[in-house]
């Protein structure tokens, strides 16, 4: 005799997606709401995990003006909820051999002067789904300040929404993209730590390991991974593997 | 003279990179004469210009929320070196404290920022230099009078337009006296309170060189050695392209260009290296050099 | 003996009430002295003096005026505001006429066209400030 699983009734909710209206389970995400309504993304949809930027969704709640933002993969729907998505934004994107760039406020500004059409109004900040502050890189970035508009954009995951909202036709993620570019490839010290592991690596170190993985079959991987050596939870700083010779010297 | 009023420095979009000329040299001078400041963390470009449109509100956010940030901050007073800044700051200030309706529809629209009710008072350092510090007092800490150093004050538009704002307007002479106490000579020039041609050298450059190009040629006549600035503008338009502006004037002389900042600096007898006067042209480097106001061999 | 009666068309009025509602300034109030052309930095580069431009602005004439190229010109110095013998804020009459233009969502400069040399050495706040007044 076994128990049954109880039915759990879910609640069903209204929601309007690009004006009509569906009901659909309360417990869903927005994107899962939209599947559910039977809309299938071929566009507006990618990690489901909330760092690509592709299902940058806008909203509105019942009888309220203001605008919200979020990611459909990510957030979940409220009653009444008025939204619609906007899978892409075609702010302008400079060209640009990265190569040849010298990295200077200078560069930038002559790759965006557009960056100067800001007016301060804090609509990107308000949009942004992923809470970077982008008014504050803006004004970096407009004096010169690569390194802080890298630290600052962090988080951007690229999805337009800021740029949909610039009162100056400004596309702030790309210029943050350049700054960050900038800032990582040639101002950054770079890491001694990296330099040594990516001379090791071209040095052919890895190379037997790789090729002894790449000849498992499915079973072997299985294997190889269920029983492979695991740092012991509670283990200090001084502890090794008993084979070293992946590690850096 | 230190005041225990909290004081917050506004630097502006270009004092970081181009003019840090204008920055390091006002920074080094302010720690010198022991006046306390406090450089805001976060802060935004305040615009440049101040919106002219009556119907207008959503350009004066961008000043108004500088003045927030130095509220933050704790400060009753915000300190700025440029010109430009120093009118957007003052004159939004003024709107936000003299319309109740504007100030109200500004703080309802920043729903992410505290309100702001004009509790901050904006000035620029040559008043600071004249209430917190003296003339009198600033003369006694110069350590190497400018004596001979005859100089034109530009004062350019934004610091004395509208009369609202105008840092003149209680000492018709704020410029002039700062550099006396300096120990230098201003000598009078007609184009003293005119336009350099502001943005119009990215607009219509044509136009701004003949602009430019009268100024000098009064600054010429007036047999100043020296230009003396507030503005990183006036300093672009004036010193900068002044190559190849006095190809329009006749028996033209090149003259070097200097913030006052960089001059109060000198005068303090503050390291050289805080002018940044490689960022000002040869001639200016070689001026003060001629005329023994900094070593003439690095120390 | 005939009289001139000069007649201001409705369009032409709800030009003059546009002007007046951007720039809160009652261009009516001009006695054509001619003081703010003396004082502009700018005029000896204008196709037409700022006494002119605020003539034909009287009359509710702003094409003209827009066509003449002369707020685009201007340098926002407020010397044409600080002398006025009767008070206009003169600088605020020309920025009306700027945002008749720019309001259209038509751009006076083009930031495309920027000499490379200009976009390097120039001053932020030279963008800054030209872009605010001649970029929709």
Redesign the interface.
Known sequence: MGVLAEAVETKMISVYIMGKKYEVPETLTIMKAMEYAGYQFIRGCGCRGGVCGACSTVYRKEGDYKIYSGLACQTVVEPGMHLTQLPFFPALRAIYEYDRIEAT??AI??LY??L???????AC??ICPMDVEV??Y??AL????IAAAAEISFDCIQCGLCSSRC??EIPQYHIAQLARRLWGGKIKPASPHLTAMVEDIDAGKYDDMLAKLLSMDAEQLKTAYTEREMEPAMADETWKPSNTDGLLE | MITDIKLSYY???????KARNLEEAALGALTALGIEYQELE????C?AVFSLADDDL??H??PV?NLIRAAQQGSDTIVTLCSQCYNVLSRANQLVREDETKRKTLNDF?T?EPDYNGEVEVTHLLQLLRDRVGWETLRSKVKRPLDGLKVATFYGCTLIRPESVAINGPSPEIFEEFLRALGAEPVPFSAAQECCGSYQSVANPDAASDRAAKVLRSVQASGADALVLSCPLCEYNLGTRQGEILERIEDAVPIPSFYFTQLLAVALGLEPELCHLELNGEAALKLLKAREYIAAAPA | MGQLTVSIRPEQRAKIQKVKEISGENVGLCMQCGTCSAVCPMVDSMNMTTRKAMHLLQYGLTDDVIDSKLAPLCASCHTCSVRCPRGIDVAKVFEAVRLLVSRQNIDTIN??E?A?GT??KAP?IA??SG??KL?A
Do not use: Y
């Open positions: 406020a200078e500004h002559q002067p557009e100067f059409r800001c007016v301060a109004c804090n900040t308000k008014l504050d803006v004004s407009k004096r010169g300040d009162f100056g | 630097p502006g979009c270009t004092l970081k990179t976060r802060w935004n470009c615009g959503i350009h956010l961008a929320r920043m992410e | 930031l495309q920027i490379k976009l390097e932020q963008f800054v872009f605010r970029t």
